[in-house]
Structures are given as structure tokens and as C-alpha cells.
């Protein structure tokens, strides 16, 4: 990043028709040069665009409100490129448990079915693919709306401080206050399974540290020369927070953003591990977890070819762990990379 | 200081306050479950009989009148440190409470020793080593433990003692695991088989929470490792070992405390998975089944001993911080 500068202060000293402007570095060099400086932040990135790609399906032309989890963006979402099989051939209808007698069920890994099936004859592989889906986009969902709320709440806190400040802190902390996996079950119980209420009160109970960090980030930012100056030309209080504060905190709101989708994905499981019966059926790696509990193979299979004889239920829970490691770990070292990378502060050589 | 610790503890009581509110209108927003299930017990017939008994369940649970007047006797009987009876075990919440806050705080502390072990080695290894080969497998293995979900982990471990080991923790009698207070009674499990049941629970929260707090110990030492009062011991020539230890290491974990004392804080509404999993008569798992029974009684007690029990340890970390760091200073 600051490589052309000496070259420029070099290029000051000699005559003018040395000038020459250092050269930019090309995107493709830039993303090297983040891949040897950071290498598990790029095995992050790579993780969490492995997850966007198993997300990503055929959108089929049926626009309407945008819904959880095939719908998230107003149109739908086909088959995932990386599912082997049609929402229906892998849940029979969309139920857990719809075909249990079926021949397809306990198969071992194959060419057709790559994790084998289920007891219910889901091809697990395509279980896996799909719930991913899910989890990306509660995550994300859950993660707009604490953010949105969060930086509201901690920007206008910050920038007026005195004594609604006080009074928004002190409830924010009685909202920090309450055991955030029991608050997430009892909202949830209070309606119908549905996951966008699911999304809204994982984003709920995110709020408050979203908004702690925003808040503590503003405290110095309303301090900074340039919001005085724009204090000075008659900026309005509005327009400073929007314009002027607000682009300023972006970096450790985006840190917030990345390390919180791992923590809300986490989260989601293990709501759908603890009451599988109050979130809904669509496939989760927290329900796949719940579902086959009892079937978990012994750790660790010591002989690889016969992993979990006798139990291909073993893969399932194998592939749904596997899955929720892989994303949390994705997720947390893409967002360290990228404190390291966003903050000036903080960054080294 | 005294004010401070005033000021503090009125603005506690004011967010003690927010907290019992909520709760409440969270509680009120559908109570038509608990009604239905004890007009279902009633052996009502007909639909007069049963419009008869509703009406007398509405009285009996003081929700036919308005909510305002609910919400005073609530408050009052709180301010009286009266928590009500359970719907289900028909017993006092509060001596219930009592009943199984040992073990959850026993589960808590083990926790966070186990994680305290983990955590300052290899935080402090991670930092010194800043950049290398070790540090960059420490933080991996850091950030993975904080991705294992607990559940996977536990079930894991379980089936592999069971069938390799032929080896399962003991079960024990309902709330004779950890009498509250401590040695209070002579009817528990003994400390053998408590260990038992406690160990393997215990190690698995803490690789977890450890994770947590060797990722902030870490960020801490490298902070420090570069004040002007390290540099100087460097300069005096002290051993490296004295150095780390003595100058970085303890004032690197001053700001730790405070993640310990949040963490302390969470343990008291005892961890719903560890509990579920292992068995174990905690806070967590009565309160998990409290919230699918709509035992509203048990939850308006439980989120109200935890706020408590949170706000009062932050309290006293914010003291004992200041205390410990004398630039520290509250106004």
C-alpha cells in the first residue's frame, strides 16, 4: 500500500520531468500481496465464499416478499449449483421424516449419494448444501438488522451523550442482562416457527454489543477536526452523524458484521440442537445435529475406509459439525483479516 | 470512590428495574397456554363448565385483572423477595433457585479455571512469539475451538468414552449434586463422584470460553510488550522470563479480569447445553423446560437473580480494577 511513496518523495527531489505519479497496484496484486500477509484470513475468505457459492441457485421468475430461506432477496432461489438433488427428491415434500421405509435409506457413500442418506433417505450431502442457505442468510438478515438498530441507537447515543445517553446505556446493559440463549428461546416460543422471526431475534439480541462498539467508536470519532470543521460551515446535527461521522466507522462496523455472522450461525445451531421442535423444518445443520444425536460415531474413527460402519448416520453428523466448524472459523478469520487490514491503526510493516 | 460505587449501584437498581419490566410484558404478551393447560386438568365437560373454570384459572393466577394492577402486586411481591410458586413443582422459585445454583456455579467456575489454564500459556506464547510459525498455529487452534459448537463436541466425547473406554460419568439423584451454600447439608454425592460428573463437562466449556479469552489476553500482551516500562526492564537486563511474567503479564491481565467477570456473570443462568447433555440438575435446564411448560414464574425468577447476579460481579470487577491499577481513577 504505501510502497510508492518513497519513490515519490524521491521523484519531489530530483527535477520536475522525473515526476511520475507511482503506479497503482492491480487488484490481482492486491489480493496477493493480502494472501501472503494474511494467510488464514484468506483461508477465511475462502471458506465463507465456498459458502456464499453453495447458497447460490438458479433464481426462478417468482417475485413476491422476500422470505426465509429460499426467497431471501424477493425472487426465489432454485436448486443450489453445488446440491446433487431437487429440494423434493432430497426431502420428500420438504418433511424430516416423510419416507422413513423408503429402500434409499442408510446407504453408504457412493457416486449417487457422496455422505450416503439418512434414516429418512435424504441424501446428506445435498442436506448439508442446503442448509447452508439457511444459516448464510439468517446470518445475514439477523446481522443487517442488529447493525442498522445498532449503529442507530449508538451513533445518535454517542453524538448526544448527557443524560439519554445514560438512560439508553443503562438499558442497553439490562438488555445485556438477560441470558442470551434463554431470551432467543423464549422469543421464539412465543410465536410459530418461523425464521424470520428467528432472524429478527438473533439480530435483537445482537444489538447491544453492536451498538457498545459503535458507541465507544463515536465517543472519539465526534471529536476528530474534520467534525468540527463541518460543525463550523453550519452542518446540521444530522447531516454530521450521516455524512460525516457515520462513513468514518465503517471499518469496525465491518469487523462487527464478519465476526458476528459466525457468532449468529453458531447461535441458530444450537437453538435448532436445543429445541429442534420450536424452529422451523426447513434443513439446518443444527436439526441434522439433533436429528442423528443419538447415532454420533465414537471419536476419532480410527480406520478411514470404514469410517462409520454399521452407522451411515455417522456422515451426517459429521457433515453438519464439519460444516458449522468450518463456517464460525471462516467467519472469525476472514473478520480478523480484515480488522488488521481496515484499521490503520493497527496495522504492522 | 464511595460515590462512585453509589452512583454505580442506583444506576444498577435503575437497569435491575428495566430488566424485571421487561420480563414481565414479555410474560404477559400470550398467557392463553398456561390457562388452557390448567383448564385442561380441571376435567371441565361441557363449554359452560369450562368458560367457568378459565374464568376461575384467570382469578387463581391474578391475570383477570388489568395489567397495571398485575404489574404493582408483581413488583411488590418482588421488593419482598417473594418470586412466586412454580406452575409444574408447585414450590417456591426462589428455594428451588437455591436448590440448583450449586451445581450450575460449580459447572461456571470449572469452566473458567479449565479455560484460565488453557488461555494464559498460550496467550502469552502466542504473543511473544508474535508472527511465527507457533502463533500462527495457536490462533488457528484458538479460533477453531471457538467453533466447535459445545453440543458436537460433548456428544463426541461421550460416545468415545462410552464404547472405547466402556466409561460414562455417574447419574445422580435430582439436586443432591452440589448443596447451596457448600457442606450445607450431609446429603450430597461426596466429591468423588461430583468430580465424576463435573470433570468432563467442565473441560469442554472451558476450551470454548478459553478460546475467548487467550484470542483477548493476546491483543492485551502485545499491547503491552510495547510500554515504555517493559522496554526499560528490558534495558535494566532482566531476565526475559521476569520480564514477561512479572512486568507484561500482570498488567496484561488486568483488563482479562473484566472478560472473567463478564464471563462469571453468564455462568450463573448456567450453560443450557452442557446441562442438557450431562444430565446435570442446573439453573439451565430447569429453565429450559420452564420456558416450553410457560412456567412463567421460574423465568421472572431466574432472569431476575442472573441481572443481579451480572450487574453486581461487574460491579465489583470495575472496583477491584481500580484497585488493582492505580491510574485508574473513577470520579
Known sequence: MQTGEPQAQAGALATPADWTLPKRPSVAANIWKFIRRKPLGAFGMLIVLTMIAMTVGAPKADFGTPKLPNRPLGFELGKPFMA???????????????????????????????????????DTYSVMVYAARRSLFIGLWALTFATIVGCTIGVLSAYFRGWSD???????????????????????????????????????????????????????????PYVEAARVIGARDLRIM?????????????VVFSIGLGSVILAEAALAFIVPERVPSDPSWGIMLAVTRQYVPPFPPFLPFTLFEGSPEGYHTLAAGGAIVLAVLGFNLAGDALRDVLDPRLRVG | MQQYILRRSILNLLAIFFVVTLIFLLLRIDTSFVVTQRVAQSQASTPEQEAAARQQVRADLGLDKNLMAQYRTYLWNVAQGDLGESFQAKEKVISEIKDRIGPSLELGLLEITV??????????????????????????????????????????????TAIYLQYTPPLTEYRDLVPFPPFATDRGVGV????????????????????????????????????????TAWAKGLRERVVILRHALKNALIPVMTVVGLLLGVMLSGNVVLETIFNIPGIGLWVVNAIGEYDYPIIQGVVLVVAVGLMFINLLVDITYAWLDPRIRYG
Open chain 2, 192 to 231: 468423588w463422584n461430583n468430580l465424576q460428573i463435573m470433570f468432563m463437562p467442565g473441560v469442554i466449556g472451558g476450551l470454548g470460553i478459553g478460546a475467548i479469552i487467550m484470542r483477548f489476553l493476546r491483543s492485551q500482551m502485545l499491547e503491552v510488550m510495547r510500554q515504555d516500562y517493559v522496554r
Open chain 1, 242 to 254: 450521516g455524512f460525516h461521522i457515520l462513513p468514518n466507522i465503517m471499518a469496525p462496523v465491518i
Open chain 1, 166 to 224: 445514560t438512560l439508553v446505556q443503562r438499558f442497553m446493559d439490562s438488555l445485556q442482562a438477560f441470558p442470551a440463549l434463554l431470551l432467543l428461546i423464549m422469543i421464539i416460543s412465543l410465536f410459530e416457527p418461523n425464521l424470520t422471526i428467528m432472524a429478527v431475534a438473533l439480530g435483537f439480541v445482537g444489538v447491544t454489543s453492536v451498538q457498545r462498539i459503535v458507541r465507544g467508536v463515536v465517543l472519539s470519532t465526534r471529536e476528530e
Open chain 1, 84 to 122: 446433487r438433488f431437487e429440494a423434493n427428491d432430497v426431502f420428500r415434500g420438504g418433511e424430516r421424516n416423510a419416507l422413513v421405509g423408503s429402500i434409499d435409506r442408510f446407504l453408504e457413500p457412493s457416486a449417487k449419494h457422496w455422505l450416503g442418506t439418512d434414516r429418512g433417505g435424504h
Open chain 2, 115 to 160: 479455560a484460565l489454564l488453557i488461555a494464559v500459556p498460550i496467550g502469552v506464547i502466542s504473543a511473544i512469539r508474535q508472527d511465527t510459525a507457533i502463533d500462527y498455529v495457536l490462533r488457528f487452534v484458538a479460533i477453531a475451538l471457538l467453533g466447535i459448537p459445545v453440543f458436537v463436541l460433548a456428544v463426541f466425547v461421550l460416545r468415545s
